[in-house]
C-alpha cells in the first residue's frame, strides 16, 4: 500500500490501526487510498475513517466491504455481484471471466481489490468479499435446482432474477423453463449459463427484448434459443450452438466473445451467416 502522497499523517495512523494488521483490510483501504488521492478527493478518507469507528472490530471488515462496493459504479457492482456468485469457486481463469463480466468492469474491479489474478492466471476472491457478495445477490443469482423451482413459482422473484448458472450435475429430474417464466425475467437476467447436462428444458420462446442479457452459455445439444438472438441487444458473450432457424445475419451490436458449438447446414434454417469480425473474440 502507498501512502506517501497523502500528507495527514493522522488520518493515514487512523486507518492503518483500523486495518489492524488484517491484509484484506490493508489492500481495500489501499485501493481507495490511491483511488482518493488520484481524485484528490480527501473525503472518502475521512469516511472511511468515520465508518470504521462506527462499528466492533469483529464487524470492520464486511464494513470496508460493503464502503467500498457502494462507491463502485452500477455496472461495476453487477459484475461484482456475478462473479462472487457464480466464478470464484469453480476455477477458472480470471482472463475467461473478465471476457464474461467486460474486461473493463473486471480492471475496475481489481482496482479496488476485489478481485486478483495468482500467478497461474487463475482468479483470486477472498473468501470475506466472496461471501459479502453472495449475501447482497441472495435470492436473485440461482445455482442449484431448489432455489430455481422456488422462483418459478413468484413472479416477483423471477422479475428480479439476474443470473441462472449450472456448472455441474445435480441428482435432480430437469425443470421446465416456460414462456411465461421467460416473459417475466426478460427486464432483469444478466447470465444463463448451464454446462453439458440436461437439467434445464425450455417450452415456449420469449420474444421480448432481453434488456441486461449479457452472458448466454448453452449446451450444445440444445434444439432451439428460448429468445430471439437478434433481440438480445446487451449480450456480450455467447457460447452456444446455431440452432434450427438462427439467422446470424445482423449480430447483437454489443457482442465480443462468440464461440460457436455446431454448425447447421444452410437447409436446416442458418444460410449464408455471418461469424463476427477481426475484432470479436472466438472461444
Not at 13 to 19: E, I, P, S
Not at 145 to 165: A, D, Q, R, Y
Not at 181 to 196: D, P, T
Request: negative net charge; hydrophobic residues 35%.
Amino acid at each position: 500500500m502507498n501512502v506517501s502522497e497523502y500528507n495527514d499523517e493522522r488520518n493515514i495512523g487512523a486507518l492503518l490501526k483500523l486495518c489492524g494488521g488484517v491484509p484484506l483490510l490493508l489492500d481495500l483501504i489501499g485501493s481507495q487510498l490511491a483511488i482518493s488521492t488520484k481524485n484528490a478527493n480527501d473525503i472518502e478518507i475521512l469516511e472511511m475513517i468515520r465508518e470504521g469507528e462506527k462499528v466492533e472490530d469483529e464487524d470492520i471488515t464486511d464494513r470496508m466491504v460493503d464502503f467500498v462496493y457502494h462507491r463502485l459504479s452500477p455496472r461495476v457492482k453487477e459484475a461484482f455481484l456475478d462473479i462472487t456468485s457464480f466464478f470464484p469457486t469453480r476455477g477458472f481463469m480470471s482472463k475467461y471471466v473478465a471476457y464474461r463480466v467486460a474486461e473493463e468492469e473486471f480492471r475496475a474491479l481489481e482496482e479496488v481489490s476485489f478481485v486478483k489474478t495468482d500467478a497461474g492466471g487463475r482468479l483470486i476472491v477472498h473468501d470475506i468479499v466472496r461471501a459479502r457478495g453472495k449475501k447482497m445477490s441472495e435470492g436473485n443469482r440461482i445455482t442449484d435446482p431448489e432455489s430455481l423451482l422456488e422462483c418459478l413459482k413468484h413472479e416477483e422473484k423471477l422479475k428480479n432474477l439476474k443470473g441462472i448458472f449450472y456448472g455441474e450435475p445435480y441428482e435432480h429430474p430437469p425443470i421446465e423453463i416456460n414462456e411465461y417464466h421467460l416473459n417475466s425475467m426478460s427486464n432483469s437476467l444478466r447470465i444463463l449459463y448451464y454446462g453439458n447436462v440436461s437439467q434445464l428444458t425450455f417450452k415456449g420462446k420469449c420474444h421480448k427484448t432481453f434488456k441486461q442479457l449479457r452472458h448466454l452459455e448453452l449446451p450444445k445439444d440444445i434444439s432451439d434459443l428460448p429468445m430471439e438472438f437478434e433481440k438480445l441487444d446487451h449480450l456480450f458473450f455467447y457460447d452456444s450452438p446455431l440452432t434450427q432457424g438462427m439467422s446470424l445475419y445482423e449480430l447483437p451490436p454489443n457482442l465480443r466473445v462468440m464461440g460457436i458449438t455446431n454448425i447447421i447446414s444452410s437447409e436446416n434454417g442458418v444460410a449464408n451467416s455471418i461469424i463476427p469480425s477481426q475484432d470479436t473474440p472466438r472461444l
